[in-house]
Antibody, heavy 118, light 107 residues
Framework: EVQLVQSGAEVKKPGESLKISCKGS????????IGWVRQMPGKGLEWMGI????????RYSPSFQGQVTISADKSISTAYLQWSSLKASDTAMYYC???????????WGQGTTVTVSS | SYELTQPPSVSVSPGQTARITCSGDALPKKYAYWYQQKSGQAPVLVIYEDSKRPSGIPERFSGSSSGTMATLTISGAQVEDEADYYC??????????FGTGTKVTVL
């Protein structure tokens, strides 16, 4: 079974750093792009960026460029999303998703809730 | 920045047809994808490359695209189809973007 399993919920203070993970299994992790999507409370989906684990080619949405870092460790089939200094406005659900050859996000992780509050 | 515009809400009676539109300037040259998101759950891909249905998605879901508008049609809507629906595509620079989202109510 193809699946993506994300790390657990996080509660952080403003200014702290954070790295959340997304582990793939059941398919060739290095052969498909992985995307990250933000969903703020009660709001819609926002495309943050994508990474190709095979060579770590990474592309960011202009809205998120410089705000987050997307990375991957292909040796353990895991992609990451990290912040160096969290803000309250980073409070959201974050999803990773595998991007199919046809371009759509066909398999999604269960989501990681990030809460940033003083 | 590029935008994909959807109606905020669509209401339909069970068994009737729901149509959700997605408007974007690049759609004549770029594929549209559609996701269903039920409350508290991760999104699910229901249509890819304008009109193709992934395995496991009911036949009542179909997609089409013409000019600057893509359309998701739910023929014979069921109560379990009540969800938020998002279109998804790329702009001319290759940046992906989600539509504004449509809440579908079946009652």
């Amino acid at each position: 079974e193809v699946q993506l399993v994300q790390s657990g919920a996080e509660v952080k203070k403003p200014g702290e750093s954070l790295k959340i993970s997304c582990k793939g299994s059941g398919y060739s992790f290095t052969s498909y792009w992985i995307g990250w999507v933000r969903q703020m409370p009660g709001k819609g989906l926002e495309w943050m960026g994508i990474i190709y684990p095979g060579d770590s080619d990474t592309r960011y949405s202009p809205s998120f460029q410089g705000q987050v870092t997307i990375s991957a460790d292909k040796s353990i089939s895991t992609a990451y999303l990290q912040w160096s200094s969290l803000k309250a406005s980073d409070t959201a659900m974050y999803y990773c998703a595998k991007i199919a050859a046809a371009g759509g996000m066909d398999v999604w992780g269960q989501g990681t809730t990030v809460t940033v509050s003083s | 920045s590029y935008e994909l515009t959807q109606p905020p809400s669509v209401s339909v009676s069970p068994g009737q047809t729901a149509r959700i539109t997605c408007s974007g300037d690049a759609l004549p040259k770029k594929y549209a994808y559609w996701y269903q998101q039920k409350s508290g759950q991760a999104p699910v891909l229901v249509i890819y490359e304008d009109s193709k249905r992934p395995s496991g998605i009911p036949e009542r879901f179909s997609g089409s695209s013409s000019g600057t508008m893509a359309t998701l049609t739910i023929s014979g809507a069921q109560v379990e189809d009540e969800a938020d629906y998002y279109c998804y595509s790329t702009d001319s620079s290759g940046n992906y973007v989600f539509g504004t989202g449509t809440k579908v109510t079946v009652l």
